[in-house]
Nanobody, 123 residues
Framework: QVKLVESGGGLVHTGGSLRLSCAASGDTDCISTMGWYRQAPGTERVLVAG???????NYADSVKGRFTISRDTAKNTLYLQMTSLNAADTAVYYC?????????????????WGQGTQVTVSS
């Protein structure tokens, strides 16, 4: 019920910066939590940063102090500002949204993912 489209990935040198965007559409009014995950080749998808509807954020230890997650509710867009990038940050980054929708037709919950955007940090 929520469509997520990531953008902003690309190739950057070590120490560089990138800003990822995630445009949400659909039942955006009932999104409770959004987050950025990443998956490097041969590894499991892991949480990079998350943000709740109330504005609370959390980060993986590996990105604390370097990445900043934010959201623009009016624009239905989630962002991940990444700085001081290094080779370990190379991965496909995915946007995620959890939602709890209360409708007259019936309540429902869900968790959706974007298609992913590649971030490659060259040495």
């Amino acid at each position: 019920q929520v469509k997520l489209v990531e953008s902003g990935g690309g190739l950057v040198h070590t120490g560089g910066s990138l800003r990822l965007s995630c445009a949400a559409s659909g039942d955006t009014d009932c999104i409770s939590t959004m987050g950025w995950y990443r998956q490097a080749p041969g590894t499991e998808r892991v949480l990079v940063a998350g943000i709740t509807k109330g504005g609370s954020t959390n980060y993986a230890d590996s990105v604390k102090g370097r990445f900043t997650i934010s959201r623009d509710t009016a624009k239905n867009t989630l962002y991940l500002q990444m700085t001081s990038l290094n080779a370990a940050d190379t991965a496909v980054y995915y946007c995620n949204a959890e939602y709890y929708c209360f409708r007259s037709s019936g309540d429902y919950t869900g968790r959706d993912w974007g298609q992913g955007t590649q971030v490659t940090v060259s040495s």
